[in-house]
């Protein structure tokens, strides 16, 4: 292969934190119960070999891609390891929004305003989603959402917000498929290889999933991860160079 | 919220035998349902693992090996594997791996367990080492008629009438009359005591004849003979029996190809009862046997090949009605007999009668009573041992001229190999005949036994047909001794081997190899008609059909009863779906074949004939350390 795998690092490399650490200093800042319980339940050193990690990988829709003017409408998560995807953990909430949601998105989520009438605040579920994501790694495809989404859901709700390391794995294949430069970047660029959520399930031969289904979404991630392992890393390459 | 992945539970819902399960253990499963992703040729399972779940590929495909390496089956997408682990509790001996990328669904041992447990449906599906589910496919697709599942014994509600051979007609008539019965076994026993008469069951050998009511009239009074007659002198005698495990269907058959209206039916060699056509007419699936009442009624060829049609509906309802292959294949066969009777009957018409006593042969599938439509005619003549051929063989050919081309007319195709009457080699005294038979049998050559199979099975359909059953004696007789020529035989029934199976749309061959189709002829049923044959011929039976050859060898200990009965549970799966497809062909007005694509068969249908196929390499495993051909004489 011309990519190497384990030298391999997101250009934004400065800016992850040695998440252990960070997640003791924020266990004593924290002011949230909730939150200082999901800080306090830590994080695995970066030195652990990727198929001892426990992983959860997680999906979120929202009314937009904009968190300070959008919502999260609908959570999905599913424990996994590089071994196995637990479905029997798998768990999915409906969330009210704040904002009236933007009926144009309906037809992507399939979600309606009658299904989120009884949902509840994203505050009630809160402790809910904090303790299945607690001590695992989570997952997700095109970190930009999940991450920011959650975040500024918490600022606005507790005044406090949530740092996590993810593991990306769009960011993975980017990694596969973007990163040459020079004479590959302007090959690339005439045949950009898509890295969107099914497509980049296609090239590992994995199923067809109607997409945007927050718990679809999240077992479609799970799968890919563990298809980008079977395809690409060791099983015991070291989490710190995965997470972001 | 806990909630089960739609994904998983749809997916499952597509597959047997989970399409079988009710949504809510659908649910359940999904829920329980763990993943992992194989990169192809990776391994999923490997020797000596421990199996603490039933594995589903979700998408991709597997390979099994066995220990040495050789392939043993390919899955794809909603195949399961790893189930004999789990009921057995015998680690992996079948190593797994992935042959293209997979996805793989553990379900957990325990729920598996408790679905078998649940749903007979479910275990049914998920049995591997016995056979007993492709057994309840073949006989749960004989549902409906009532006459294909009715056996004579329970039409026989008391004992048969018999009177001594030395009664008087009168007497005969007097009994017919108090017993309100239409028939009367004459039989020939040392006189006994009255009271005894219905007590006692007669054995065959004592059976001497039987007089209907219409002999009463036709023969004695229509002819003015005293009423003081001996019984013995108005009754048919040798009457033909049916035995009480037969089908009412079967029955009828008889009668109709032998003319009669009354069996005297038997339990092995005793006499339990008579059947009566009337009887039974009211279960009567008319269709079938209207054809051969109709045939024999023909005057010309024309009007012979104008009930093509109608033997083609005919197929295609039995078919339609779950009719097993043995009442599709006696059936279709008794119309071919008809037919060639029919032919025959219009040759002897024009050409005067014979000049000396001949015997017309059916060979192969029609005398098996197993033919379906559109087969080759194959079929020969024994003539008399008084036969000239100067002076006789001029109008023997003629005759078989008139029949073949007749036959060629209403639908049976030439024999390709020339194994025809018209073909002076095959046209032939019985001396001549048997001579053949010693030379196959006691010097005999692989090559030239292949070609000549055919002629183990033979019936006779015209004329003399003692000249055919003494032949079938003969061969009986001679080939159980014969270890060379059965080992021969059994060599060449180990020719025609079966695929391993299915993969996807294809066929899977040996070493790994897909074909498009299958011929279920060829790899199927003839290879299976072939190892019965070899069991049937050792064991001296003198049956035709392969189902009761298979009776006979079991009962001649040369098989187990659960190998017959898997042999005999493969033919019939095999049989019925190559009889469906022709069904099929025909009702689509295309022309009927044997070759199968595997697209159109469904899950279940392809994991039947996987285990028919498994049963037809293990028989021919079997065949090769039984007999071999250096061996003894």
Same mark, same amino acid.
Request: hydrophobic share 40%; proline share 6%.
């Given at each position: 292969m011309i990519f190497s795998k384990s030298?391999?690092?997101?250009?934004?490399?400065?800016?992850?934190?040695?998440?252990?650490?960070?997640?003791?200093?924020?266990?004593?800042?924290?002011?949230?119960?909730?939150?200082?319980?999901?800080?306090?339940?830590?994080?695995?050193?970066?030195?652990?070999?990727?198929?001892?990690?426990?992983?959860?990988?997680?999906?979120?829709?929202?009314?937009?891609?904009?968190?300070r003017e959008h919502s999260i409408v609908s959570i999905g998560l599913v424990p996994f390891s590089l071994d196995r995807?637990?479905?029997?953990?798998?768990?999915?909430?409906?969330?009210?929004?704040?904002?009236?949601?933007?009926?144009?998105?309906?037809?992507?989520?399939?979600?309606?305003?009658?299904?989120?009438?009884?949902?509840?605040?994203?505050?009630?579920?809160?402790?809910?989603l904090l303790g299945c994501m607690a001590g695992r790694i989570a997952v997700v495809h095109f970190r930009s959402i999940e991450r920011r989404f959650l975040d500024q859901a918490l600022k606005v709700r507790l005044n406090e917000g949530l740092e996590f390391p993810?593991?990306?794995?769009?960011?993975?294949?980017?990694?596969?498929?973007?990163?040459?430069?020079?004479?590959?970047a302007w090959l690339f660029a005439r045949h950009r290889v898509s890295?969107?959520?099914?497509?980049?399930?296609?090239?590992?031969?994995?199923?067809?999933?109607?997409?945007?289904?927050?718990?679809?979404?999240?077992?479609?991630?799970?799968?890919?991860l563990q298809a980008q392992f079977a395809h690409w890393y060791k099983p015991d390459t070291p989490i710190r160079e995965l997470w972001i | 919220m806990e909630v089960e992945q739609v994904e998983i539970r749809e997916h499952l819902r597509r597959f047997l035998p989970f399409s079988r399960l009710t949504g809510d253990w659908l649910d359940t499963i999904a829920r329980a349902v763990e993943i992992t992703y194989f990169r192809a040729g990776s391994s999923i399972l490997s020797l000596g693992t421990e199996i603490s779940d039933l594995h589903y590929i979700r998408s991709g495909a597997v390979e099994i090996t066995r220990r040495d390496g050789e392939l043993y089956n390919r899955l794809g997408e909603g195949e399961i594997f790893g189930q004999l682990g789990l009921m057995t509790g015998i680690p992996v001996r079948f190593p797994v791996r992935a042959l293209e990328d997979a996805l793989i669904y553990y379900i957990p041992g325990d729920l598996f367990r408790k679905l078998f447990d649940e749903f007979e449906d479910f275990a049914d599906f998920v049995e591997v080492e016995d056979r007993t589910r492709m057994r309840q496919a073949s006989t749960s697709l004989s549902g409906a008629n009532e006459l294909m599942l009715t056996r004579v014994s329970q039409m026989i509600n008391r004992p048969a009438p018999v009177i001594n051979k030395s009664a008087t007609i009168q007497a005969v008539a007097a009994q017919m009359a108090e017993e309100e019965v239409s028939s009367i076994l004459v039989i020939d026993a040392p006189p006994s005591k009255v009271e005894t008469r219905h007590k006692a069951r007669p054995d065959r050998r004592t059976i001497a004849g039987i007089i209907t009511d219409s002999d009463v009239i036709s023969r004695v009074v229509a002819n003015g003979l005293p009423l003081d007659t001996p019984a013995i002198d108005v009754m048919t005698p040798e009457p033909i029996t049916v035995q009480d495990d037969q089908f009412l269907f079967n029955a009828l058959l008889i009668m109709l190809r032998a003319n009669v209206h009354h069996l005297p039916v038997m339990r092995r060699n005793q006499l339990v009862g008579v059947i009566d056509m009337a009887d039974i007419v009211s279960h009567e699936t008319r269709n079938s046997l209207f054809i051969?009442?109709?045939?024999l009624q023909k005057d010309d060829v024309d009007s012979l090949s104008r009930m093509l049609p109608d033997v083609e509906a005919c197929f295609v309802r039995m078919v339609n009605e779950d009719a097993s292959s043995h009442m599709i294949g006696s059936a279709m066969s008794t119309i071919g007999r008809s037919?060639?009777?029919?032919?025959?009957?219009?040759?002897?018409?024009?050409?005067?009668?014979?000049?000396?006593?001949?015997?017309?042969? /059916?060979?192969?599938?029609?005398?098996r $009573? %197993?033919? *379906?439509?559109?087969?080759?005619?194959?079929?020969?003549?024994?003539?008399?041992? /008084?036969?000239?051929?100067?002076?006789? $063989? %001029?109008? *023997?050919?003629s005759l078989s001229r008139f029949v073949c081309d007749g036959l060629a007319n209403v639908g049976y195709r030439y024999c390709s190999g020339d194994i025809m009457a018209t073909n002076p080699r095959w046209r032939k005294p019985l001396k001549d005949w048997k001579e053949r038979f010693r030379r196959w049998i006691?010097?005999?050559?692989?090559?030239a036994l292949l070609h000549s199979s055919i002629f183990f099975d033979l019936d006779g359909v015209h004329g003399q047909v003692r000249l055919a059953d003494q032949l079938k004696s003969e061969i009986a007789e001679v080939a159980s001794s014969s270890q060379s020529f059965l080992g021969c035989l059994a060599q060449n029934a180990q020719k025609r081997t079966p695929p391993l199976g299915f993969f996807k749309n294809f066929v899977l061959e040996r070493g790994g190899r897909h074909a498009n189709s299958i011929n279920l002829k060829r790899r199927g049923t003839a290879p299976l008609v072939d190892v019965i044959r070899v069991h049937a011929l050792a064991s001296a039976s003198e049956s035709q059909n392969s189902f009761n050859r298979l009776e006979d060898t079991i009962a001649a200990g040369f098989l187990t009863p659960s190998m017959g009965g898997d042999l005999r549970d493969a033919l019939e799966f095999i049989s019925i779906i190559r009889a469906r497809h022709q069904s099929f062909n025909i009702e689509n007005r295309r022309k009927p074949d044997n070759n199968i694509d595997p697209e159109i068969l469904s899950a279940f249908d392809r994991r039947n004939l996987k285990d028919a196929f498994g049963v037809l390499a293990n028989a021919q495993k079997f065949l090769k350390f039984r007999y071999r051909p250096n061996r003894g004489t």
């Amino acid at each position: 292969m011309i990519f190497s795998k384990s030298t391999a690092a997101p250009g934004n490399l400065v800016d992850i934190p040695e998440w252990p650490i960070r997640f003791r200093e924020l266990t004593d800042t924290a002011i949230t119960p909730s939150i200082r319980e999901f800080y306090a339940a830590g994080v695995v050193s970066g030195d652990t070999p990727a198929r001892q990690v426990p992983f959860v990988a997680v999906d979120f829709e929202t009314t937009g891609l904009n968190c300070r003017e959008h919502s999260i409408v609908s959570i999905g998560l599913v424990p996994f390891s590089l071994d196995r995807i637990q479905c029997h953990g798998c768990r999915h909430w409906l969330v009210r929004p704040r904002r009236e949601i933007d009926p144009g998105t309906i037809p992507i989520h399939h979600i309606t305003h009658s299904d989120l009438e009884s949902a509840p605040d994203l505050g009630g579920i809160l402790d809910e989603l904090l303790g299945c994501m607690a001590g695992r790694i989570a997952v997700v495809h095109f970190r930009s959402i999940e991450r920011r989404f959650l975040d500024q859901a918490l600022k606005v709700r507790l005044n406090e917000g949530l740092e996590f390391p993810v593991v990306d794995t769009m960011e993975l294949e980017a990694r596969l498929h973007r990163r040459p430069t020079g004479f590959f970047a302007w090959l690339f660029a005439r045949h950009r290889v898509s890295i969107r959520l099914s497509d980049s399930r296609m090239r590992y031969n994995l199923p067809l999933y109607r997409p945007h289904h927050a718990p679809t979404d999240a077992l479609a991630t799970a799968e890919l991860l563990q298809a980008q392992f079977a395809h690409w890393y060791k099983p015991d390459t070291p989490i710190r160079e995965l997470w972001i | 919220m806990e909630v089960e992945q739609v994904e998983i539970r749809e997916h499952l819902r597509r597959f047997l035998p989970f399409s079988r399960l009710t949504g809510d253990w659908l649910d359940t499963i999904a829920r329980a349902v763990e993943i992992t992703y194989f990169r192809a040729g990776s391994s999923i399972l490997s020797l000596g693992t421990e199996i603490s779940d039933l594995h589903y590929i979700r998408s991709g495909a597997v390979e099994i090996t066995r220990r040495d390496g050789e392939l043993y089956n390919r899955l794809g997408e909603g195949e399961i594997f790893g189930q004999l682990g789990l009921m057995t509790g015998i680690p992996v001996r079948f190593p797994v791996r992935a042959l293209e990328d997979a996805l793989i669904y553990y379900i957990p041992g325990d729920l598996f367990r408790k679905l078998f447990d649940e749903f007979e449906d479910f275990a049914d599906f998920v049995e591997v080492e016995d056979r007993t589910r492709m057994r309840q496919a073949s006989t749960s697709l004989s549902g409906a008629n009532e006459l294909m599942l009715t056996r004579v014994s329970q039409m026989i509600n008391r004992p048969a009438p018999v009177i001594n051979k030395s009664a008087t007609i009168q007497a005969v008539a007097a009994q017919m009359a108090e017993e309100e019965v239409s028939s009367i076994l004459v039989i020939d026993a040392p006189p006994s005591k009255v009271e005894t008469r219905h007590k006692a069951r007669p054995d065959r050998r004592t059976i001497a004849g039987i007089i209907t009511d219409s002999d009463v009239i036709s023969r004695v009074v229509a002819n003015g003979l005293p009423l003081d007659t001996p019984a013995i002198d108005v009754m048919t005698p040798e009457p033909i029996t049916v035995q009480d495990d037969q089908f009412l269907f079967n029955a009828l058959l008889i009668m109709l190809r032998a003319n009669v209206h009354h069996l005297p039916v038997m339990r092995r060699n005793q006499l339990v009862g008579v059947i009566d056509m009337a009887d039974i007419v009211s279960h009567e699936t008319r269709n079938s046997l209207f054809i051969v009442r109709n045939i024999l009624q023909k005057d010309d060829v024309d009007s012979l090949s104008r009930m093509l049609p109608d033997v083609e509906a005919c197929f295609v309802r039995m078919v339609n009605e779950d009719a097993s292959s043995h009442m599709i294949g006696s059936a279709m066969s008794t119309i071919g007999r008809s037919f060639k009777q029919r032919l025959l009957e219009l040759a002897e018409e024009a050409l005067g009668p014979p000049p000396v006593p001949y015997c017309f042969l /059916a060979l192969g599938s029609m005398a098996r $009573d %197993e033919q *379906f439509l559109y087969t080759d005619q194959d079929n020969g003549i024994v003539l008399d041992d /008084a036969f000239d051929p100067d002076l006789h $063989d %001029e109008y *023997f050919a003629s005759l078989s001229r008139f029949v073949c081309d007749g036959l060629a007319n209403v639908g049976y195709r030439y024999c390709s190999g020339d194994i025809m009457a018209t073909n002076p080699r095959w046209r032939k005294p019985l001396k001549d005949w048997k001579e053949r038979f010693r030379r196959w049998i006691g010097n005999p050559r692989p090559e030239a036994l292949l070609h000549s199979s055919i002629f183990f099975d033979l019936d006779g359909v015209h004329g003399q047909v003692r000249l055919a059953d003494q032949l079938k004696s003969e061969i009986a007789e001679v080939a159980s001794s014969s270890q060379s020529f059965l080992g021969c035989l059994a060599q060449n029934a180990q020719k025609r081997t079966p695929p391993l199976g299915f993969f996807k749309n294809f066929v899977l061959e040996r070493g790994g190899r897909h074909a498009n189709s299958i011929n279920l002829k060829r790899r199927g049923t003839a290879p299976l008609v072939d190892v019965i044959r070899v069991h049937a011929l050792a064991s001296a039976s003198e049956s035709q059909n392969s189902f009761n050859r298979l009776e006979d060898t079991i009962a001649a200990g040369f098989l187990t009863p659960s190998m017959g009965g898997d042999l005999r549970d493969a033919l019939e799966f095999i049989s019925i779906i190559r009889a469906r497809h022709q069904s099929f062909n025909i009702e689509n007005r295309r022309k009927p074949d044997n070759n199968i694509d595997p697209e159109i068969l469904s899950a279940f249908d392809r994991r039947n004939l996987k285990d028919a196929f498994g049963v037809l390499a293990n028989a021919q495993k079997f065949l090769k350390f039984r007999y071999r051909p250096n061996r003894g004489t």
